[in-house]
């Protein structure tokens, strides 16, 4: 396949959006990552996964999405889960 018959960026992302929440009942609330790779495409979802008062105590996740070349689902995983307030831990340079 070349990258002439790939759907475009948009129209994959709009269908892994559908897919997805229609596999797990979970919405999208933003895609933090969006590569190209040799087989389709790799996304990374962030989802609330337990909603909490305030907003800032909610349980969210990361999911990595893989699509075929078609942007066809083929499989997910959650890669973190975290609370909505807080950020990632600084990492030594390099790491």
């Known amino acids: ?18 897919q997805f929440g229609g596999l797990t009942g979970m919405t999208a609330e933003n895609v933090s990552s969006f590569e ?11 989802v ?6 305030p907003d800032t ?5 990361s999911y990595r999405v893989d699509l075929d ?6 499989g997910y995983r959650r890669v973190r889960r975290y609370e909505r307030g807080r950020s990632d831990p600084q990492r030594a340079e390099g790491r």
């Open 36 to 46: 190209r790779t040799e087989d389709g495409w790799s996304l990374e979802f962030e």
């Open 69 to 74: 070349a078609q942007g066809q689902l083929t």
């Open 1 to 18: 396949m070349t990258d002439d018959d790939r759907p475009p960026a948009a129209e994959v992302l709009s269908q892994a959006r559908d």
């Open 57 to 61: 105590m909610s349980l969210m996740a």
């Open 48 to 53: 609330v996964e337990l909603a909490k008062i």
